[in-house]
């Protein structure tokens, strides 16, 4: 059985939850979980090439 590695993760945040319940963009209040996000994209874009 082939293990799926852990790329990241992205931590609970208040001003995410704030942002989607709001309909405000999240790259306008929080900067850094965007760039974890970003983070784990060019992870994955690794691993696929």
Known sequence: MDLIPILGY???DPIAVQ???TGQSLFDLSPKFVDLA???KIQIEALIG
């Open 19 to 21: 942002a989607d319940l």
């Open 38 to 40: 970003k983070e784990i």
């Open 10 to 12: 992205l931590p609970y």
